[in-house]
C-alpha cells in the first residue's frame, strides 16, 4: 500500500513538470482576456492577435494534459487505497508544486 501511496506522489510530482505548460497558457489567456477587461491585469502590449487564436492552442493542450492526468490517477488511485476526497485534491495540489517553485523561484 505504501509503494502505491509513494508512486502517486512521484507520478503527480512528474506530471506537475509537463503541466507547468497548460497552466501558463491558462493564466496568459486569463490575464490577456477577462482579467484584464475587468482591470485586475495589464494586457500584454504586443497581444494584438486576438484572443480566438489563444483558445485554438490552449483547449487542446489543456484537454490532452487532463486526460494523461485523469488517466494516471485513475489507475494509482485505485491501488493506493486512499479516500478519493483526499486522493484528488492532493494530486491537483501535488501537480501544481513545480508549477509553484517556479513561480517561488523567479522572486527569489
Known amino acids: 500500500m505504501w509503494k502505491w501511496r509513494l508512486t502517486a506522489v512521484g507520478a503527480n510530482l512528474l506530471l506537475g513538470v509537463p503541466g507547468v505548460i497548460p497552466v501558463w497558457l491558462v493564466w496568459y489567456f486569463l490575464s490577456n482576456g477577462p482579467f484584464a477587461d475587468a ?3 495589464v494586457r500584454e502590449p504586443t497581444e494584438n492577435d486576438g484572443m480566438m487564436l489563444w483558445l485554438v492552442i490552449i483547449v487542446p493542450v489543456v484537454a490532452v494534459f487532463g486526460i ?21 485534491p492532493t494530486g491537483v495540489l501535488l ?3 513545480p508549477t509553484g517553485v517556479l513561480i517561488v523561484g523567479s522572486y527569489v
Do not use: S
Request: net charge positive.
Open 68 to 88: 494523461i492526468w485523469w488517466l494516471v490517477n485513475e489507475r494509482v488511485g485505485r491501488r493506493a487505497a486512499l479516500d478519493p476526497r483526499v486522493y484528488w
Open 95 to 97: 501537480t501544481l508544486v
Open 39 to 41: 482591470g485586475l491585469t
